[in-house]
């Protein structure tokens, strides 16, 4: 069956079953690999887009339930400049192996665009659910406070 996706600001037209997960869409039919597979069940947060704005685990989210909505991927967050959070990631040294990061850095643009001033608190329980085997979470952390100093 073919849908029509916007992904990152591109009307993406995919010949799948809408059951599909959009995980395997977006890596398989479209080709932007930068999203992971972790664990499949969305508890590990590697595979975190952004749909219609929110961190969403692409792993379980159905490409039928994309159809109308705006998915943004890594590739599309930083597509013109860096984003405020991939700048801080840069300056704080965040990425270890790296494998994590793209769902890492997604889940905390989403913190960010909805409360500018976080506590470590607040950045400790959203970004519990994306799991960094490295364990770089001290600097993910650091991160996000300065990108939430740079955005506020």
């Not at 029509?4 to 993406?12: A, P, R």
């Not at 930083?78 to 769902?103: D, F, M």
């Not at 643009?109 to 970004?127: F, G, P, W």
Request: with cysteine.
């Amino acid at each position: 069956m073919q849908l029509t996706l916007n992904i990152n600001g591109k009307s993406e037209k995919v010949d799948v079953e809408p059951e599909t997960p959009l995980l395997w869409v977006l890596r398989d039919s479209i080709g932007l690999t930068g999203t992971k597979y972790g664990c499949g069940i969305a508890r590990c947060g590697a595979c975190t887009i952004h749909v219609d704005g929110a961190a969403t685990r692409s792993c379980q989210f159905l490409a039928g339930d994309a159809v109308g909505k705006a998915i943004v991927t890594i590739e599309g967050l930083g597509a013109e400049r860096l984003h405020p959070v991939q700048k801080a990631w840069v300056e704080n040294n965040v990425p270890q192996c790296g494998y994590c990061q793209p769902g890492q850095i997604m889940q905390a643009v989403s913190l960010i665009n909805s409360k500018r001033k976080v506590t470590d608190h607040e950045i400790d329980a959203v970004m519990s659910g994306n799991i960094c085997r490295c364990g770089t979470y001290q600097r993910i952390r650091a991160a996000i406070k300065t990108a939430a100093k740079e955005t506020a």
